[in-house]
């Protein structure tokens, strides 16, 4: 069985405005979608209104294989051979569970989903009700909401949803934070208390690589976490660490050409000659 409880998660730094946004719309019982990079917090933003809130929580994960019938529920085979289609044999799938309990059903990367999982969203979202085969209709229990995530177009295995879709959604964007935010989120997430040292070039290189234009794509505050954790346990080598941590975050430009370490080290020397001293 899914685990519908709201995660405990820390305090959320920053984003006092999109915390706001997601209240309101919430409170005025809206379906929100949040769009941003991979790394900037969107679960743990909804996962901390809705604790705020009071609020039931179904996560469901974005994926291509993700069917209707895992999001709906389905009947349980040996108990429908036995005795025929009966409501105590359907076992409910996330989207009827939280219709059921007036919950938020969170859906991880929408738009990762098939567009027949997301075509089942619309009668829930607009009218609150969804029609189940051999079962009947499922109304929502009041409180029912949807929180969406979803990447930018530009991220790989990721479509546009549609304007249906779209139209029952309001929008939250979130984008990467300051360098002051990032590198007190790192102080409070990292597990092997890094020094300040350490967490300061760990975010400044993770930070480097969203604007240098060798990288196609950058890291997320979640490498800076990765490599002051990985560096407190190699003598504060922050180098070292990027080279462990980095290479599964981020994508060059041209990979076939200078390697990731390369870059990495001009990085490095370059941050190095600018930082004070």
Request: aromatic letters at 4%; proline letters at 6%; a negative charge.
């Amino acid at each position: 069985m899914l685990d519908h409880r709201v995660p405990v998660l820390p305090p959320i730094i920053g984003r006092q405005s999109e915390t706001e946004s997601l209240h309101a719309c919430l409170e005025a019982g809206r379906h929100v979608l949040l769009e941003g990079p991979v790394g900037v917090g969107k679960t743990a933003l909804a996962a901390a209104i809705c604790r705020t809130l009071g609020r039931g929580f179904v996560r469901v994960d974005g994926d291509g294989r993700y069917t209707e019938a895992r999001l709906v529920g389905t009947f349980d085979p040996p108990a429908v051979l036995a005795s025929g289609y009966r409501p105590e044999h359907f076992l409910a799938g996330p989207l009827v569970r939280a219709m059921r309990e007036g919950a938020v059903l969170f859906v991880n990367e929408l738009n990762r989903m098939p567009e027949g999982v997301q075509n089942v969203l619309l009668p829930a979202m607009d009218e609150g009700r969804v029609v189940v085969p051999q079962l009947g209709e499922v109304t929502a229990s009041a409180g029912f909401t949807v929180i969406a995530t979803q990447n930018p177009a530009e991220f790989v295995a990721t479509a546009a949803l549609s304007e249906a879709l779209l139209d029952r959604f309001e929008l939250v964007r979130l984008d990467y934070q300051s360098e002051a935010e990032e590198i007190a989120i790192v102080v409070q997430d990292a597990r092997c208390a890094p020094s300040l040292a350490v967490v300061a070039q760990a975010v400044a290189l993770t930070r480097a690589t969203r604007t240098d234009p060798r990288f196609r794509r950058g890291a997320s505050v979640r490498a800076a976490i990765a490599i002051s954790d990985i560096a407190a346990r190699l003598h504060d080598d922050v180098a070292r660490a990027a080279t462990l941590a980095l290479p599964t975050r981020v994508e060059l430009m041209d990979p076939t050409g200078t390697a990731l370490g390369e870059v990495l080290a001009d990085l490095k020397k370059k941050l190095a000659a600018t930082r004070p001293t």
